[in-house]
T-cell receptor, first 110, second 115 residues
C-alpha cells in the first residue's frame, strides 16, 4: 500500500530552527519532495532527495533515509513569512505521480 | 522566470454542468499533470499526460473527466457533469522530465465551486 505521514501542526518562534518529519511506506520509491504551500496558493517546490543524506539549500535542508522510510525538512532562522503548510510527497518507482501527505501547518510567532 | 498559468482563477457552476479548466504549462516541459485539493485536505493526483496521451490516472479520474492538449500550449481538464463533491482547488503542473527527479511546477490553481 501507499502511506505517508507527517504532523498536522507545529509552532515555532522567529529566528529559531524547526524540523518537520515525514515517514512513508511504499512498495517502490523514486524520490522524496518537499513543497511549501501558503493558504489559498499553489504548492511551490522546496527540495528533492533520492539518495540518503542531507541536501542543503540556503535556510532549508532536507534529509532522507530510504531504509527507514523517513525524511525531514529543517528550516533555520525562521521568519514570519515561513508560516505555511509544508507538504511531503514521494514519487513511486515507475510512475510520475506525486503522493502527498496531508501537510504540516507551521505557525511562526514573533 | 517561466511559470504555469491557469484560467479561470475561480469557476462557479451548477451541478450537472460541464466545466473546462485551462492550463498553459511551461513551454519546454513535456509532462503535464492535474491534481486537486479539497478544502482542508491533501493534494491528490488525478492524471498525468505525456506524448499526447494519458500515462496514468487515479481512481478519482473516472469517465466524467477528460484531458486534452488541443494545441502546442494549452492543457485542459474537462468535467462533463459536475457533482457537489467536485468542488475543490484544481492544480495543473508540468515537468521537464520524469527521470532525474525533475520537480513538478504547479500553477496557481482554479477554485471550482459546484452549487
Amino acid at each position: 500500500g501507499q502511506n505517508i505521514d507527517q504532523p498536522t501542526e507545529m509552532t515555532a518562534t522567529e529566528g529559531a530552527i524547526v524540523q518537520i518529519n515525514c515517514t512513508y511506506q511504499t512498495s517502490g520509491f523514486n524520490g522524496l519532495f518537499w513543497y511549501q504551500q501558503h493558504a489559498g496558493e499553489a504548492p511551490t517546490f522546496l527540495s528533492y532527495n533520492v539518495l540518503d543524506g542531507l541536501e542543503e539549500k540556503g535556510r532549508f535542508s532536507s534529509f532522507l533515509s530510504r531504509s527507514k522510510g523517513y525524511s525531514y525538512l529543517l528550516l533555520k532562522e525562521l521568519q514570519m513569512k515561513d508560516s505555511a503548510s509544508y507538504l511531503c510527497a514521494y514519487r513511486s518507482y515507475n510512475t510520475d505521480k506525486l503522493i502527498f501527505g496531508t501537510g504540516t501547518r507551521l505557525q511562526v510567532f514573533p | 522566470e517561466p511559470e504555469v498559468t491557469q484560467t479561470p482563477s475561480h469557476q462557479v457552476t451548477q451541478m450537472g454542468q460541464e466545466v473546462i479548466l485551462r492550463c498553459v504549462p511551461i513551454s519546454n516541459h513535456l509532462y503535464f499533470y492535474w491534481y486537486r485539493q479539497i478544502l482542508g485536505q491533501k493534494v491528490e493526483f488525478l492524471v498525468s499526460f505525456y506524448n499526447n496521451e494519458i500515462s496514468e490516472k487515479s481512481e478519482i479520474f473516472d469517465d466524467q473527466f477528460s484531458v486534452e492538449r488541443p494545441d502546442g500550449s494549452n492543457f485542459t481538464l474537462k468535467i462533463r457533469s459536475t457533482k457537489l463533491e467536485d468542488s475543490a482547488m484544481y492544480f495543473c503542473a508540468s515537468s521537464e522530465a520524469v527521470a532525474g527527479g525533475r520537480e513538478q511546477y504547479f500553477g496557481p490553481g482554479t477554485r471550482l465551486t459546484v452549487t
